[in-house]
């Protein structure tokens, strides 16, 4: 079975064998999750290193008025957070999108590996400054952006992130609902809806339930101002 965490790895790292037999130990048995399945919630002790195997979950904080904002979106392959063990409790809650697999590693476990292994260490540096130059691309996003340029450049980001080399056809799931898409950029699901009109009746995407086909990747990133270099990747948007 493929294991998305250590193909993640792989693409920042060289890893050894003994490497990959540590990882693949380490992540040997996933749960099942449901979707909405909070992994985590703010306030809790934090506890094991959690690694999407599968499926799609989100950081989030609910406000006093009851209001959410996301501020990450972990796709299959992704670890929730490596150093969380040292706060004394979570500061926001992490919730399953969709059903999938979650594997979770010991903090003990997590330590002997970095310690053991430099190749895992390395990778798993890597992959957090990724997630915090993602985290720094939202800030500016939300600060800086427009509406059509933050609704760009997250849809740039997300292919990016879901996939991990060159490809020819440009269609990648997104399994997330309007009303997730506008608690992630800070806008209404109405405007959201208003955002991917004007994209899709310029040709620039087209879109499908759960998906999304980048049909001009070239007028999307123009519109999103979009540079992938704070995501640590080597995959590309197509040409």
């Given at each position: 079975m493929q294991n998305r965490f250590i193909d993640k790895l792989?693409?920042?790292?060289?890893?050894?064998?003994?490497?990959?037999?540590?990882?693949?130990?380490?992540?040997?048995?996933?749960?099942?999750?449901?979707?909405?399945?909070?992994?985590?919630?703010?306030?809790d002790r934090p506890g094991p290193v959690f690694i999407m195997l599968d499926g799609w979950a989100m950081r989030y904080k609910i406000l006093p008025n009851g209001s959410r904002q996301i501020m990450a979106f972990l796709m299959p392959g992704d670890a929730c957070d490596l150093h969380i063990g040292l706060l004394?409790?979570?500061?926001?809650?992490?919730q399953t999108i969709t059903s999938g697999r979650v594997a979770t590693i010991s903090r003990t476990e997590m330590d002997e590996m970095l310690d053991q292994h430099r190749g895992i260490a390395r990778a798993m540096y890597v992959a957090q400054l990724a997630d915090?130059?993602?985290?720094?691309?939202?800030?500016?996003?939300?600060?800086?952006?427009?509406?059509l340029e933050r609704v760009a450049h997250l849809?740039?980001?997300?292919?990016?992130?879901?996939?991990w080399?060159?490809?020819?056809?440009?269609?990648?799931?997104?399994?997330?609902?309007?009303?997730?898409?506008?608690?992630?950029l800070?806008?209404?699901?109405?405007?959201?809806?208003?955002?991917?009109?004007?994209?899709?009746?310029?040709?620039?995407?087209?879109?499908r339930?759960?998906?999304?086909?980048?049909?001009?990747?070239?007028?999307?990133?123009?519109?999103?101002?979009?540079d992938e270099n704070y995501l640590h990747r080597r995959a590309r948007l197509p040409a």
């Open positions: 792989s693409h920042y790292v060289d890893l050894s064998a003994d490497e990959v037999a540590a990882l693949t130990r380490a992540t040997a048995v996933g749960r099942k999750v449901v979707a909405k399945t909070d992994l985590i919630r703010e306030g004394a409790e979570m500061d926001h809650s992490i915090e130059g993602t985290l720094r691309a939202w800030i500016v996003s939300m600060g800086r952006r427009s509406s849809i740039c980001e997300l292919f990016v992130r879901a996939r080399s060159d490809v020819a056809e440009a269609a990648f799931e997104v399994p997330i609902s309007q009303i997730i898409l506008a608690d992630a800070g806008m209404t699901p109405v405007h959201i809806n208003r955002m991917l009109r004007h994209l899709r009746t310029r040709d620039i995407i087209s879109m339930r759960g998906s999304i086909s980048i049909m001009n990747p070239s007028a999307l990133a123009s519109v999103a101002g979009f």
